[in-house]
């Protein structure tokens, strides 16, 4: 079980698979005033550095789940490295439908909504691991300005304008499906460099050492086209937040 391949090799060298950058995640925790009885579920924890810094700071304890055995094996390194191994578990599972047999105290799906099957599902599906009074968190992009046109929603790898919603739609969506957002966190065009620019030099780099792999000719266009693309498009238009939701 995997996810596709091209993402386990433009992002093999990223800690954070997201427009978040270390300070940001930083900010989060200390914005929810984690405290060393937290217990956090991630569903798509990536390579983990949510979850391990958060045990390193904030003595949490927690459970991460991604699809990729690549980024779930970067995660249990890192958690090694931080020596919070004894803290956090990940499991390298399909997260879809994942329930946590104990519930936590925040339950997150940071970048990877598609899980439950947009925003709506996917705070349904974590609704169900968490303890009464607990945190849901979020990640997810918004339009920063409105495309004018669907060409420009695919310029930005949307497939129409109406996969996601400015930033007050999206916030009062959360509302409309019963949750107050108690804080947020947003992404800035530095940390989408962070997110998208490394993934150039990563691919070069990969290109030079595979240059006869079946995926070479996919990575070679994507290198060359990627940096423009994303200028024109995804770094003007979108953003990308945590949002902090508890129930009303
Ligand atoms: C945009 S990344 C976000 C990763 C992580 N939350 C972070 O902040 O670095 C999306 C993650 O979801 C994982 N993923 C994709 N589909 C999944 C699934 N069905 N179940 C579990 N993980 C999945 C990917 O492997 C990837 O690590």
């Not at 009885?37 to 569903?43: I, P």
């Not at 009074?133 to 979020?138: A, E, F, P, R, S």
Request: aromatic letters at 8%; glycine letters at 10%.
């Amino acid at each position: 079980m995997d996810i596709p391949r091209i993402f386990n090799i433009t992002e093999s060298a990223h800690r954070i698979h997201n427009p978040f950058t270390p300070d940001k995640y930083a900010t989060l925790g200390e914005a929810l005033r984690l405290q060393p009885e937290a217990r956090v579920l991630d569903l798509g924890s990536g390579s983990g550095e949510m979850l391990c810094t958060w045990a390193r700071d904030h003595g949490i304890t927690g459970t991460g789940v991604d699809m990729s055995p690549l980024f779930t094996g970067q995660a249990k390194r890192r958690a090694e490295e931080l020596g919070v191994a004894h803290q956090l578990t990940f499991i390298h599972d399909d997260a879809a439908g994942y329930v946590s047999d104990d519930k936590v105290s925040v339950a997150a799906c940071v970048g990877a909504t598609w899980i439950g099957g947009g925003v709506a599902g996917t705070i349904a599906l974590l609704a169900r691991s968490l303890r009464a009074g607990g945190i849901i968190l979020v990640g997810e992009p918004y339009w920063r300005q409105l495309p004018p046109t669907e060409d420009v929603a695919r310029g930005c790898l949307a497939s129409s304008i109406s996969d996601f919603l400015p930033l007050p739609e999206l916030l009062a969506l959360f509302g409309d499906l019963g949750y107050d957002v108690v804080e947020m966190v947003l992404a800035n065009q530095d940390g989408w460099d962070r997110y998208e620019a490394a993934k150039w030099l990563t691919m070069r780099c990969w290109l030079e050492a595979n240059p006869d792999d079946e995926l070479a000719q996919q990575v070679r266009a994507q290198l060359t086209s990627e940096p423009v693309r994303y200028a024109t498009y995804t770094r003007e238009y979108m953003g990308w937040g945590v949002f902090a939701l508890m129930a009303r």
